[in-house]
């Protein structure tokens, strides 16, 4: 630095003010200064001992820490005030709502944790068993010779987890297997199948530049229902990536590449039966022969998957009969399905009990949301609106479906993001769908009302979006 610049530096002053501040830093990070202090206010301004000394030197110290941190930023951008505001500017002009989208995720997952280190007993989200229950009761069930309510693929997958296990890890409860060497590598396997291609399938599906890739799969992993899922360690994860997978390969021009989607949706079907509903895309194309390959290969695998199990064929109405009694509780659990819906408005209504309206209802607002959703499925030509509309199918025409299935919502979410045409109908999507996927303490809310704040909103904007497609095209 010259003369003059040390010259002009000094009429500066608000250069001066961060010079003078960044002296007084960098003397508190000294121990003897600060002890000095401490000794001065005894003596001099509250005339006692202070209680914790100790204290008052480590607030001194972060205060000096901060302060200094803070003084280098302001005098780096008084410097380059022109430079940051032109950047500033550019970035303000190129910002999009799913950029806005995106950081909300990502602020709601930090301010979250934020949230548990000034309150640890709030740990935790939707409800409880939010400890890998779901996979460890699965592992410990998978020794059985007989199909529960998990088709014969999740079921193999959990049987391989259970002949990596030593016996004496079966005697005990779940628990035990949670604390053990073997239970610790099953679940690093789970998150190796399931972490790694989520977050590949998104780097990938993300259209622009590395950064804008980077941002969007991260935000995504900090959603609730990817979150929720792993927190859980439901196969569910697995489902979702293969089902995602079949969507991205779908359209593509390479025949290996769509063979390899079709194996991805038997894996999808194998592991929870309801993204058969993806299979729908092959119907509009009408692209037969993959459907019928890919219905014989499932139906070949399914046969083999069964040769694992006591029971052969009578296995498969053994898994129904276990899906039928659980699905028969649709009331007692967190449930997002159109069934729960309809039982909550008439329950709120007085007309649920012993009036004989909820069986026939129940049917009519099924067959009413079936019809309009094929009728909307195949009339619509926006990948995002298809992709919803079978989302939408996943998580309201089960009987029972946990929080955890919206992890699904993230393959119509890389679509709106890669739309196009970003019309009021995208952007108003992503609004609707950032509830679910915000991750903050207390979302019971949103549980208990999910469809009139998510799913309602996002099929009827499908619909607005169909008739403008239909408006605009005559």
């Known amino acids: 630095m010259t003369r003059q610049d040390l010259k002009k530096c000094c009429r500066n002053p608000i250069l001066i003010c961060c010079a003078v501040l960044a002296l007084i830093s960098v003397l508190l990070l000294f121990p003897a200064v600060r002890l000095l202090l401490v000794s001065a206010a005894e003596r001099f301004i509250v005339r006692r001992p202070l209680r ?86 699965c592992v410990l069930g998978g020794r059985s010779l007989h199909l529960g309510m998990y088709p014969p ?9 259970a002949s990596m296990l030593p016996e004496d890890l079966f005697s005990g409860d779940w628990k035990t297997l949670a604390y053990s060497d073997g239970g610790s590598y099953v679940t690093l396997l789970f998150y190796l199948f399931s972490v790694v291609p989520f977050c590949l ?65 038997f894996v999808a079907i194998g592991t929870k039966l309801y993204p058969v509903a993806f299979a729908a895309l092959l119907v509009k194309e009408r692209r037969w022969k993959e459907l019928k390959a890919c219905l014989v290969m499932a139906l070949l695998l399914f046969v083999f998957m069964l040769t694992f199990f006591d029971g052969g064929m009578s296995e498969i109405a053994n898994m129904m009969r276990h899906i039928t009694n659980f699905t028969s509780t649709f009331k007692e659990h967190h449930n997002l399905s159109l069934k729960r819906q309809v039982w909550d408005i008439l329950s709120f209504c007085g007309l649920a009990k ?77 609004v609707f769908l950032l509830p679910m996927l915000l991750f903050i303490c207390d979302l019971s809310l949103f549980v208990t009302f999910h469809a009139g704040l998510v799913t309602f909103p996002l099929f009827a904007l499908c619909a607005a979006e169909v008739v403008r497609e239909r408006y605009c095209k005559k």
């Open 354 to 430: 012993d009036t004989g309206l909820f069986p026939v209802l129940n049917v009519a607002v099924y067959v009413l949301y079936i019809a309009a959703s094929g009728v909307l499925f195949f009339l619509t030509k926006k990948r995002w609106v298809e992709l919803m509309l079978l989302t939408l199918a996943c998580l309201l025409v089960p009987g029972i479906v946990r929080p955890y299935t919206e992890v699904f919502l993230i393959i119509p979410i890389v679509e709106l993001l890669n739309s196009k045409e970003k019309d009021v109908f995208v952007y108003l999507s992503l």
């Open 201 to 265: 399938l998104c780097f990938d599906s993300i259209e622009g530049k590395k950064t804008e890739k980077l941002v969007a799969t991260t935000a995504l992993c900090c959603s609730a229902p990817f979150l929720y899922s792993l927190m859980r360690g439901n196969i569910v994860l697995f489902s979702a990536c293969a089902a995602f997978c079949f969507c991205r390969s779908a359209r593509s021009e390479n025949g290996f590449v769509r063979a390899a989607g079709l194996l991805a949706l």
């Open 153 to 161: 693929l999740a079921s193999f997958i959990y049987r391989l987890y």
């Open 52 to 137: 914790d000394t100790g204290k008052w030197d480590r607030l001194m110290l972060r205060y000096a820490s901060v302060q200094l941190l803070a003084i280098v930023a302001v005098a780096w951008l008084h410097k380059r005030t022109d430079r940051v505001m032109c950047i500033a500017k550019a970035f303000v002009r190129e910002i999009r709502l799913s950029h806005i989208f995106l950081l909300l995720l990502i602020l709601a997952f930090v301010f979250q944790n934020l949230a548990l280190i000034a309150h640890p007993d709030r740990t935790g989200w939707y409800m409880d068993c939010t400890n890998l229950w779901d996979h460890y009761v």
